[in-house]
């Protein structure tokens, strides 16, 4: 069977996400949108308590990122060719790690330069951020990824990078349980080990998730194109009800921005929808028109980057400029800056990457023959 290991219709929905976090920082700069405004007349609460906050959802996003890694992480092993597992990390390592260094140093550098510890009348996000100094033990937390330290202190987005991490570790052995049992076992295990809430446990079903949706994609793209063009507008508006549950109907959590098992199932229902319809015939479309693609392209390093550019432009410039300058600033210097790290840090980190494996792979065989 061959597999297609690329769709451009996912690759466009990460960079669209990617926007969403990217905005989700922009505002949380301000004290009216990291702060509980509920109840009140304030015209904000139309964006924070609403479905409206879709176009913010800097969590939500973040597990939209866990689904779509399990669905193209998946698509290698459900092809007739084995995959190595040494390979397999091998590739990751230099896909994460490198253009993540690479933005590490950046934020350092610019941390020491611009960094005042803090501006008054900023949100208590805003100023929680770049304050602490830069120890060894940080530093080397920092280098690694995998061991629990202070997720945000130089780079707010790192604490799902290490989670993105350290499930990749363990994936390929979850491909084993997910390739031989039903989808319906599967789904019970990964929502069993989130119940149990411990770190990485909490996020594991939604790449099970993605993996399930990539296994069963054909069946499903199949039964679902066959639905009228309404009933897909229909499916469409409530993934987006289900993806902003915790700010309309679980109050609660949006306030407070907390999570529970019951509003992440429902959120991420809403994700697995979204990615369905992303294969119909006019989604589709719509989906791989150029900037959607190219977003999709840059979407990692947007990720990385954009809160690291914002933080140091509202250093340098908000004495002298209202901050939706300052935004719009940010987000022209964010897509140039993420398609210099795509050029010189993604691209290559990637070619790297599998020659490497490539090279350990035929020096393992070589050894086994030799044996």
Known sequence: M????????LDSLRGIVALTVLAYHYFLVLIVFNSDTFGSSNWVNLLKYTPLHVFWAGYEAVLF?????????SLKFYS??????????????????????????????LFALVSRLGIPGLSGWFNSIWVRPVTFGSLLNHLVLIRPFGYGQYIPVLWSL?????????????????????????LLLGIGLAAFYYEIMAFVYLFILGALLAKHRKTICSRFGKLSGMLKIMLLVISGLLYTVRYWAFIDEGIGDQHSLMSDVLISSGIALLIILAFSTRMSGFLKIKPFVFLGKISYSIYLSHAVILITLIYAFYSYLPIYIIWLISLFVTIIASFVSYKCLEQPAIRVGRRFAEKQEALGKGKRQLG
């Open 162 to 186: 290490a989670v993105e991490v350290r499930i990749s570790i363990i994936f390929p052995l979850l491909m084993l349980f997910i390739k031989k049992y039903d989808w319906k076992l599967n």
């Open 80 to 109: 007739r060719k084995k995959v190595s597992y040494r390979s397999f990390l091998i590739k990751r390592w230099f896909r994460i790690y490198v253009p993540y260094y690479g933005i590490l140093i950046l934020a350092l550098t």
């Open 65 to 73: 990122f866990f689904v779509l890694s399990g669905f193209v992480l």
């Open 2 to 9: 061959v597999v297609q290991d690329r769709y451009q219709e």
